[in-house]
């Protein structure tokens, strides 16, 4: 199935939107979705990127149940089996896209820490060079720079040493050195210079996010009429929410136009305030995402994250010999079900958080995001438990959670695509 230019996927439930489609196949050709829809009505001949085949041609899969969703796309990760992005290499880079496309991630932006300008220049080296040769596993879309410029006050496991007020010569000599790869930035406002910076950003087409702040609530909502138009980690790694001094979040949650991301493990924030929010931004203005470190797919133990020290017990990260959160071992996968099993969402609804919403927010969600035809072939299939069974990325099997079980099932088509259809079916101030 991985060297095929041309399939057809039956027997799952195909996500469309805030629905499921029950009796539906999806075929894909050239990497590209090439039909969504009942397979009587199946053309005869399809096309995707620019490759025609007849229907007869299509490697047929039968999934035996579970739900085809976009693939989700991670706009906040900095590391995962054993690698970080600050290990500024592209094997480190790999391995980290590997680790995640086993949970379904098909895009992801690689995320520092803070760190001086010199070590963000190796790590977009290492993005160059990565990008530059056949990438395994997710797709790298650029980088998200967390840091340096956040406020001291707030930086939970930023390491504090590193810490600058905004400097916009260094932030456009790496933007004019790597063009179009810095995608994302965080950013304390309140930061004597913080102005300058974003509005440079926004004008350059960065998303520039509100994260690691102490600013005031008059003071966001005026940031947010600079350029900012996201909230990194919300309720993580700002001021809390008071009746009479609402700061960062009661800004985030009165403006319209912000979006919001969360960390869904259970330790950054309550199901309660994660339901608010989604409650409050709508299903187009939140978004899931793992922050999720080195320790990530591994076992419970001491790691790096920025040059501190970081105990993993029970999964969730801290600062060694504190209780400040340092990032997360959270992956997409568990991140939806959290949302559908905790919080109550539905399916569907969970899905969005991770997949078109991002999309839309990147500015990719004309080939992304949705399982639509022309979009990439890029998805994960579901069981019923919420687990990933399969991952596939611009058409081609990145993940495969099934072995020889899943590729017993598949078969040529040639007979049966001809004939009918068979029957288918405690929140804590932290990182």
């Given at each position: 199935?991985?060297?095929?230019?041309?399939?057809?996927?039956?027997?799952?439930r195909?996500?469309?939107?805030t629905?499921?489609?029950?009796?539906?196949?999806?075929?894909?050709?050239?990497?590209r979705?090439?039909?969504?829809?009942?397979?009587?009505?199946?053309?005869?001949?399809?096309?995707?990127?620019?490759?025609?085949?007849?229907?007869?041609?299509?490697?047929?899969?039968?999934?035996?149940?579970g739900?085809?969703?976009?693939?989700?796309?991670?706009?906040?990760?900095?590391?995962?089996?054993?690698a970080?992005?600050?290990?500024a290499?592209?094997?480190?880079?790999?391995?980290?896209?590997?680790?995640?496309?086993?949970?379904g991630?098909?895009?992801?932006?690689?995320?520092?820490?803070?760190?001086?300008?010199?070590?963000?220049?190796?790590?977009?080296?290492?993005?160059?060079?990565t990008?530059?040769?056949?990438?395994?596993?997710a797709?790298?879309?650029?980088?998200h720079?967390?840091?340096?410029?956040?406020?001291?006050?707030?930086?939970?496991?930023?390491?504090?040493?590193?810490?600058t007020?905004?400097?916009?010569p260094?932030?456009?000599?790496?933007l004019?050195?790597?063009?179009?790869?810095?995608?994302?930035?965080?950013?304390?406002?309140?930061?004597?210079?913080?102005?300058?910076?974003?509005?440079?950003?926004?004008?350059a087409?960065?998303?520039?996010?509100?994260?690691?702040?102490?600013?005031?609530?008059?003071?966001?909502?005026?940031?947010?009429?600079?350029?900012?138009?996201?909230?990194?980690?919300t309720?993580?790694?700002?001021?809390?929410?008071?009746?009479?001094?609402?700061?960062?979040?009661?800004?985030?949650?009165?403006?319209?136009?912000?979006?919001?991301?969360?960390?869904?493990?259970?330790?950054?924030i309550?199901?309660?305030?994660?339901?608010?929010?989604?409650?409050?931004?709508?299903?187009?203005?939140?978004?899931?995402?793992?922050?999720?470190?080195?320790?990530?797919?591994?076992?419970?133990?001491?790691?790096?994250?920025?040059?501190?020290?970081?105990?993993?017990?029970?999964?969730?990260?801290?600062?060694?010999g504190?209780?400040?959160?340092?990032?997360?071992?959270?992956?997409?996968?568990?991140?939806?079900?959290?949302?559908?099993?905790?919080?109550?969402?539905?399916?569907?609804?969970?899905?969005?958080?991770?997949?078109?919403?991002?999309?839309?927010?990147?500015?990719?969600?004309?080939r992304?995001?949705?399982?639509?035809?022309?979009k990439?072939?890029s998805?994960?299939l579901?069981?019923?438990?919420?687990?990933?069974?399969?991952?596939l990325?611009?058409?081609?099997?990145?993940?495969?959670?099934?072995?020889?079980?899943?590729e017993?099932a598949?078969?040529?088509?040639?007979?049966?695509?001809?004939?009918?259809?068979?029957?288918?079916?405690?929140?804590?101030?932290?990182?």
């Amino acid at each position: 199935m991985s060297e095929a230019t041309a399939w057809l996927l039956r027997g799952a439930r195909i996500h469309q939107g805030t629905q499921w489609a029950d009796e539906a196949v999806l075929a894909a050709v050239g990497g590209r979705i090439a039909y969504v829809g009942d397979l009587r009505k199946l053309p005869r001949r399809l096309e995707g990127a620019g490759v025609e085949v007849g229907r007869q041609s299509l490697e047929e899969i039968h999934t035996e149940g579970g739900y085809l969703c976009p693939g989700f796309i991670d706009v906040h990760l900095h590391g995962g089996g054993g690698a970080d992005v600050m290990d500024a290499s592209p094997g480190a880079l790999s391995q980290l896209a590997r680790t995640h496309a086993r949970h379904g991630t098909v895009a992801f932006l690689p995320t520092t820490v803070t760190a001086p300008y010199e070590q963000l220049h190796r790590v977009l080296e290492a993005v160059e060079e990565t990008a530059g040769a056949r990438e395994e596993g997710a797709e790298l879309l650029g980088v998200h720079l967390e840091g340096p410029h956040l406020n001291p006050a707030r930086a939970g496991a930023q390491n504090p040493e590193f810490l600058t007020p905004p400097s916009l010569p260094e932030m456009q000599a790496l933007l004019e050195r790597f063009p179009g790869r810095v995608r994302w930035v965080t950013v304390a406002p309140e930061l004597e210079g913080a102005r300058e910076l974003i509005q440079y950003l926004r004008e350059a087409g960065v998303v520039v996010s509100i994260g690691h702040s102490d600013a005031t609530y008059e003071q966001a909502m005026v940031a947010f009429q600079w350029g900012i138009s996201h909230a990194t980690h919300t309720f993580n790694g700002m001021n809390p929410l008071h009746h009479r001094a609402p700061g960062v979040p009661g800004a985030v949650l009165t403006a319209p136009g912000v979006s919001a991301e969360i960390i869904a493990d259970g330790f950054h924030i309550h199901p309660g305030v994660a339901r608010l929010l989604w409650q409050v931004k709508g299903p187009d203005r939140l978004l899931l995402v793992t922050d999720a470190m080195r320790a990530t797919d591994l076992p419970d133990g001491r790691y790096d994250l920025g040059g501190l020290e970081v105990d993993v017990v029970g999964g969730a990260a801290r600062l060694a010999g504190q209780e400040t959160l340092a990032g997360s071992t959270l992956t997409l996968e568990r991140a939806v079900a959290w949302m559908v099993e905790a919080v109550g969402l539905s399916l569907a609804e969970a899905v969005q958080l991770a997949s078109l919403n991002p999309a839309r927010r990147l500015g990719v969600a004309h080939r992304l995001g949705s399982l639509e035809v022309g979009k990439d072939a890029s998805l994960v299939l579901l069981d019923d438990a919420l687990r990933v069974r399969l991952t596939l990325r611009q058409g081609e099997l990145i993940y495969d959670g099934q072995g020889d079980e899943f590729e017993d099932a598949a078969h040529g088509g040639a007979g049966a695509l001809d004939g009918e259809p068979s029957e288918m079916l405690d929140h804590e101030e932290a990182y």
